[in-house]
């Protein structure tokens, strides 16, 4: 049976909502001296790209960019079998950083915990900020984004896809219903 999709954010609404999350870190942290991205595999990783550009546009500078998989940081990774294990790739000390984790869409918050995790095997940050494209709610642990694109209130058993196209851009946002 085919699953029904709507479009809830359009290539013009997503750079909007980068747009927002870029202008918000940088009056949070009062500018980018010590800001670092981390983008979560696979999706955070091309979002913390377009919020560098962004960010580069903004103030003038290029914040440091690096990308985590958490593969090997999930919790569910036995029931999980054999998941593809993925580059991290952070190629500057995180120590007294202030690190904002990218993601594409916050869900049950154990990717982030996962993340956290692996981040903190390569320092100690000053601050670890969450930004995320969409916060769709349904929370297993205490985390929340301090930066969001677009709240979606949605059931558990819908899912929500950020589509990306072959330069790894979004250019949608969709919901789906089973």
């Known amino acids: 049976m085919a699953k029904a ?5 359009d290539k013009a609404g997503i750079k909007r909502a980068i747009t927002r999350i870029a202008h918000e870190i940088l009056e949070y942290n009062k500018g980018s001296e010590k800001l670092v991205l981390i983008g ?3 999706g955070g990783d091309h979002l913390a790209r377009l919020l560098q550009s962004r960010i580069s546009e903004i103030e003038g500078v290029e914040v440091p960019l690096g990308s985590v998989d958490i593969t090997m940081y999930r919790d569910d990774l036995a029931a999980r079998g054999n998941l593809p294990i993925g580059k991290t790739d952070i190629p500057f000390p995180l120590d007294d950083k202030h ?3 990218v993601d594409d869409v916050l869900y049950t918050g154990r990717t982030i915990r996962s993340a956290m995790d692996a981040l903190m095997d390569f320092g100690r940050p000053s601050t670890i900020q969450l930004a995320v494209l969409i916060d769709r709610g349904h929370r297993e642990l205490p985390i929340r984004a301090d930066y969001v ?3 979606v209130p949605t059931a558990r058993e819908e899912d929500v896809a950020v589509v990306f196209d072959e330069k790894k851009s979004p250019f949608e946002v969709r919901l789906i219903k089973p």
């Open 149 to 151: 694109g677009r709240n």
């Open 5 to 9: 999709q709507t479009a809830i954010l």
């Open 99 to 101: 690190v904002v984790l």
């Open 40 to 42: 979560i595999r696979t």
